[in-house]
């Protein structure tokens, strides 16, 4: 899902101390270690090599991922797939660009909203965007994996809370050199690509950026709903000359 992330954040920062993220920092070694021990690292012998690699993969996506023909039949093994599918990613790429986006992104949105309500959001947002697009394709036997329907939920919130926050990004247009833009232009650019690239995808293996999309918008919703008639979180300004006060 997650190789059309087209615009690569490198960093999210602001002029205050670093969060501490235990529940962002926890998600990703999760995701890691699960990966790892699976076939679609290709590192354990367990699975074998060649077709039959090939195999236990196929098997394995389809019972930790979302089918959503299996879904809506009433499966009660496959009502729980969009929890398990949000930890199971495709390949290293995949798992790679998912951990980046989490980790640039999640601390200071985990920190805003505290880690429990961080961890139902991030979770929840998840499951509802996997179900969405399961709902879209009700009659796909593809399986669906990865984390990136929860993943563009908690870009959605940071771009509500954090508008202002500078960005630090490689554009392929621009020959990958990095710029800083605020995330008022990042993210919404992003999610632009992903809409245009719903428009053009085919059913079949690929990118699921219908989840993108969902899971984009559940996000920055759930941050206007929950945090709207607060003051969102802005860098503290600098600190005035000696002598003078600060209005």
């Given at each position: 899902?997650?190789?059309a992330?087209?615009?690569?954040?490198?960093?999210?920062?602001?002029s205050?101390?670093?969060p501490?993220?235990?529940?962002?920092h926890?998600?990703?070694?999760?995701?890691?270690?699960?990966?790892?021990?699976?076939?679609a690292?290709?590192?354990?012998?367990?699975?074998?090599s060649?077709d039959?690699?090939?195999i236990?993969?196929?098997?394995?996506f389809r019972?930790?991922?979302v089918?959503p023909a299996d879904l809506?039949?009433?499966?009660a093994?496959?009502v729980l797939?969009?929890?398990?599918?949000?930890?199971?990613?495709?390949?290293w790429?995949?798992?790679?660009g998912?951990?980046?986006?989490?980790?640039?992104?999640?601390?200071?949105t985990e920190?805003?909203?505290?880690?429990v309500?961080?961890?139902l959001?991030?979770?929840?947002c998840?499951?509802?965007?996997?179900?969405?697009?399961?709902?879209?394709n009700?009659?796909s036997?593809?399986?669906?994996?990865?984390?990136?329907g929860?993943i563009?939920a908690?870009?959605?919130?940071?771009l509500?809370l954090f508008?202002?926050?500078?960005?630090?990004?490689?554009?392929?247009?621009?020959?990958?050199?990095?710029?800083?833009f605020p995330?008022?232009?990042?993210?919404?650019?992003?999610?632009a690509?992903?809409w245009?690239?719903?428009g053009r995808?085919?059913q079949?293996?690929g990118?699921a950026?219908?989840?993108?999309?969902?899971g984009?918008?559940?996000?920055?919703?759930?941050?206007?709903?929950r945090?709207?008639?607060?003051?969102?979180v802005?860098a503290?300004?600098?600190p005035?000359?000696e002598?003078?006060n600060?209005?």
């Amino acid at each position: 899902m997650i190789s059309a992330w087209s615009t690569v954040a490198l960093r999210a920062s602001r002029s205050m101390r670093r969060p501490t993220a235990p529940v962002t920092h926890t998600l990703i070694a999760l995701c890691c270690l699960i990966f790892l021990a699976g076939p679609a690292s290709g590192l354990s012998p367990a699975y074998g090599s060649g077709d039959e690699l090939l195999i236990a993969q196929r098997a394995y996506f389809r019972r930790w991922g979302v089918v959503p023909a299996d879904l809506f039949e009433g499966s009660a093994r496959a009502v729980l797939t969009p929890a398990t599918a949000l930890f199971v990613h495709g390949s290293w790429v995949h798992l790679l660009g998912n951990m980046l986006f989490l980790y640039v992104f999640g601390a200071m949105t985990e920190e805003r909203m505290g880690r429990v309500q961080f961890t139902l959001f991030y979770l929840g947002c998840g499951c509802l965007a996997l179900l969405g697009y399961a709902a879209a394709n009700a009659d796909s036997q593809q399986s669906l994996v990865g984390a990136s329907g929860a993943i563009s939920a908690v870009l959605g919130a940071f771009l509500f809370l954090f508008p202002d926050a500078r960005v630090t990004s490689l554009l392929p247009f621009l020959f990958f050199l990095p710029v800083r833009f605020p995330a008022w232009v990042v993210l919404p650019f992003w999610a632009a690509l992903q809409w245009l690239a719903a428009g053009r995808a085919t059913q079949g293996p690929g990118v699921a950026y219908l989840a993108h999309l969902l899971g984009f918008g559940l996000g920055f919703c759930f941050a206007w709903a929950r945090f709207g008639r607060t003051t969102r979180v802005k860098a503290p300004p600098a600190p005035a000359p000696e002598g003078e006060n600060q209005p």
